[in-house]
């Protein structure tokens, strides 16, 4: 495929949440304290209900294949389609965001059924983010060579991003003689966006040509200007004046002080609500356009968190 052929389609939803001069707020399920690993998900399904109800612009989703003592985070995630199915179901305007199907240890044709399935069961409110994995040891238990995950990264792009555009194209790995032309159902009238989540192995400027956005971990504030002003050069060089997104993972441990400074913890800050704001408003300086907030409840409700947020940070963003 050209750079042409892959270039990002319009989306309405993704046209919805993210926006070249502003900010959206996601937030990232599960929510749970540190070190917890069994999850009410009947409570986040509740929590998701709330976001939507709030004004959040985006649930992101994770997909954690296997757990491991060795691993830094022993949360019993759900398989990542069962969620957005159940999230398609019981919310009515937020994104769905997949953050993100491990593109290298599932087949493409499978991500592509799952996701049509969950833009079909949220009547166009998906965004197909994906990643390639960043756990060697799951390679291997799953019969995969890490060496190879760039190469295979590319090419289960492919398969995908032909799979989930209008029209639908299924390629498939082998072709024998006499082999049916296959399709891909349920049909949907809009190319699903595909957002790259990580960098899958790749440089920017693929990620550029193929990609609506770029979507990263939280860094201090002048290593994440300099990854912007990559990023930024990057699209220049794929598509002169073009919109791509980037965008922020932050993890947000909310005061319940309002003034309290905000101060640096793993991948995100502890901060009042009103220093967040300002922390947001430099990072949309900065070129950021939408952040997911990994919000920990170890000192307060989730609740309190999220209902904080929306009263006092979203209406600064969202208008």
């Known amino acids: 495929m050209t750079a042409i052929e892959n270039a990002p389609a319009s989306s309405s939803i993704a046209n919805a949440v993210f926006a ?26 509740a929590l998701a209900r709330l976001a939507d109800q709030l004004g959040f612009r985006a649930l992101w989703i994770r997909d954690v294949p296997l757990n491991s003592i060795d691993y830094p985070d022993p949360v019993g995630h759900l398989d990542p389609w069962v969620l957005l199915g159940a999230l398609a179901s019981n919310t009515e305007r937020i994104a769905l965001i997949s953050g993100a199907i491990v593109l290298t240890l599932r087949h493409p044709l499978h991500v592509a059924k799952g996701a049509t399935s969950v833009d079909t069961l949220s009547k166009g409110r998906f965004i197909l983010g994906v990643g390639s994995g960043d756990r060697p040891p799951e390679y291997a238990a799953f019969g995969r060579d890490p060496d190879e995950r760039r190469e295979l990264y590319r090419q289960h792009w492919e398969t995908l991003a032909a799979a989930v555009a209008v029209p639908s194209r299924v390629i498939p790995d082998q072709a024998p003689e006499g082999a049916p032309e296959f399709y891909l159902l349920p049909r949907h009238n809009i190319s699903i966006p595909m957002l790259a989540v990580g960098s899958g192995g790749q440089s920017v400027d693929w990620i550029a040509r193929h990609s609506l956005g770029w979507m990263t971990y939280h860094r201090e504030p002048q290593a994440q200007r300099g990854r912007y002003s990559m990023w930024r050069a990057a699209v220049d060089r794929a598509a002169s004046g073009a919109f791509r997104v980037f965008g922020v993972a932050m993890r947000l441990d909310l005061s319940d002080d309002a003034d309290e400074p905000a101060t640096d913890i793993s991948l995100g800050y502890r901060t009042g609500r009103r220093a967040l704001v300002t922390l947001l408003h430099e990072m949309r300086e900065s070129g950021t356009h939408h952040v997911t907030l990994n919000i920990t409840s170890e000192r307060r409700p989730a609740r309190d968190i999220i209902d904080e947020v929306a009263a006092h940070v979203l209406p600064a963003f969202h208008r």
């Open 20 to 45: 070249q001069d502003r900010l959206s707020i996601g937030m990232t399920l599960p929510i749970t304290r540190d070190n917890q690993s069994t999850v009410d998900f009947n409570e986040q399904i």
